[in-house]
């Protein structure tokens, strides 16, 4: 197992607990996919054993979550409506799914903008992301490695307006520019 998804198993176990009371959370749910190993109430309660109450809180705060897509809020809601072994289902099975199509989407709307601007390195970071087509490793790019990305990216954006303001002698520029770079 490679080091980083030892290390979201490890997360995702330890942060299951605040993502499935019915009090606000601690953690985005969105961070790290439920399974059926991970996904306990503060009882360590499995999936398969929660009652149908606990199973409609966990679902709740996943809804309640502030990342939580299209794609997930249509699968919680259908959970919610259905039974409880559709909800135990969503739990297991359906979130992680859902929150990986939402993440794919997510990665396509910001795809287009980046191009446009010329982020380079939000491009190929994407580009090969959606090659390569692993859930659990664009979580954690969206989570982590997007805004060390668009960092790089504006700070080339940043050299790169520097140079013309010097020479055009745009002293107010280049300072906040170089304020900026400090």
Known sequence: MRQHRAFLLVAATALAPALLLPTPAFADPSSAPATATTVAVSSETP?????????????????????????????????????????????????????????????????GPARQNGDKRVTQEITELLDRNDPAEIREWLETGYPLAQAEDDLVRLFRMLGPARQNGDKRVTQEITELLD
């Open 47 to 111: 999936v398969d054993e929660m009652t149908e109450d606990e199973l409609r809180a966990a679902i709740t705060a996943i809804l309640e979550a502030e990342a939580t897509g299209r794609g997930v809020t249509e699968a919680a809601t259908r959970a919610l409506n259905g039974t409880v072994d559709d909800m135990r289902t969503f739990l297991t099975t359906g979130y992680p799914a859902a929150q990986a199509e939402d993440d794919l989407v997510r990665l396509f709307r910001m795809l």
